[in-house]
């Protein structure tokens, strides 16, 4: 009997400080419309903001007509940096760099938003013993930085008013 109190007490504890420090598990964001058309030449990042919008609840159109919110992705980069050198001149460490640009417009609205940049930024050993795992780390954290992004994304439309 005194254990299972002990046990329960416990997870009484862990509910309210969880509850107390503020953590909330992460739910839908709440957009100010509800159709969306995506315009703009992005490869990498495309499908999987769609599915992020469509699982938000909104309407992805495959024209303007009845879009309440035009977004269009201006571009994307990805980009490699050598941070660090050995005494020998290989390669120590990697940083790598993913932007997305992109504008917005109401459909209300004549003119378009500034070109706003998301930007994500990850740092990576390297070893040339380890290739193949190296690559699928640096392959991980590239889809992390998209995941980010779009996530930033998802925050800053949340944030458009209506």
Known sequence: MLKFSLR???????VVSLTSCGFHMRGAEDL?????????NT????K????TLRTNGVKVLDSAENAELLLEMVGEE????????????????FELYYRVHYRTKRVD???WSQVQT????RDYTFSDA???????EENRLNHDMQSDVIRALMHRLSALKK
């Open 43 to 46: 490869l990498v990042i495309s």
């Open 48 to 51: 999987n903001l769609n599915k």
């Open 118 to 121: 998301i930007e994500s930024r």
């Open 8 to 14: 329960t007490l416990f997870y009484v504890i862990l």
């Open 32 to 40: 100010s419309f509800n159709s969306v058309f995506i315009q703009g």
């Open 78 to 93: 990805s980009e490699k940096r050598i941070l660090s050198l050995s005494g020998t001149g290989a390669v120590n460490e």
């Open 109 to 111: 609205s004549e003119l």
């Open 130 to 136: 380890n290739l193949l795992a190296k690559q699928d």
